[in-house]
């Protein structure tokens, strides 16, 4: 679906630019955030009696106006400061890995050029590195 832009060009459906649709969606979205903020913040700070009188006589405990908050960022900080280092620490290969070094992106010298030219950009392969090393001890 394509909608008609005010510069009289078209928008295609994938791109971020807004539409009737998403406008739409977002004023929704808008009312029920707001609408659910609402309605938490009453069942938190009304006393049960003020509830009950209005026939909400169902609801849960005032504790779990407290808990839930503080369960749900105990556990996003569980995960930021726990969970997450400890995935990018099984992911990293191990210390003496050659892809510390090198990737598939690298470039080695295939060992000719013109004589007297400028050679091209390459990488260095890592066992050479370490071969000269050990020459020079």
Same mark, same amino acid.
């Given at each position: 679906?394509?909608?008609?832009? @005010?510069?009289?060009?078209?928008?295609?459906?994938?791109?971020?630019? @807004?539409?009737?649709?998403?406008?739409?969606?977002?004023?929704?979205?808008? %009312?029920?955030?707001?609408?659910?903020?609402?309605? /938490?913040?009453?069942?938190?700070?009304?006393? &049960? !009696?003020?509830? =009950?009188?209005?026939?909400?006589?169902?609801?849960? =405990?005032?504790?779990?106006?407290?808990?839930?908050?503080? /369960?749900?960022?105990?556990?996003?900080? !569980?995960?930021?400061?726990?969970?997450?280092?400890? %995935?990018?620490?099984?992911?990293?290969?191990?210390?003496? &890995?050659?892809?510390?070094?090198? &990737?598939?992106?690298?470039?080695?010298?295939?060992? !000719?050029?013109?004589?007297?030219?400028?050679?091209? !950009?390459?990488?260095?392969? @890592?066992?050479?590195? %370490?071969?000269?090393?050990?020459? =020079?001890?």
């Amino acid at each position: 679906m394509r909608w008609k832009a @005010p510069s009289g060009g078209y928008i295609s459906e994938h791109s971020p630019a @807004p539409t009737p649709s998403r406008a739409v969606y977002g004023f929704v979205m808008y %009312l029920i955030s707001y609408s659910s903020l609402f309605l /938490y913040l009453t069942w938190a700070f009304v006393p &049960d !009696s003020a509830l =009950q009188w209005a026939g909400l006589d169902f609801l849960p =405990q005032k504790y779990w106006a407290v808990a839930i908050p503080v /369960y749900l960022s105990v556990l996003f900080f !569980s995960f930021v400061f726990v969970i997450y280092p400890c %995935l990018g620490m099984i992911s990293t290969p191990v210390i003496n &890995d050659i892809r510390h070094v090198t &990737d598939r992106h690298s470039v080695y010298s295939s060992g !000719s050029h013109l004589e007297g030219s400028v050679p091209s !950009s390459y990488d260095e392969h @890592p066992t050479k590195v %370490l071969e000269y090393l050990k020459l =020079q001890e």
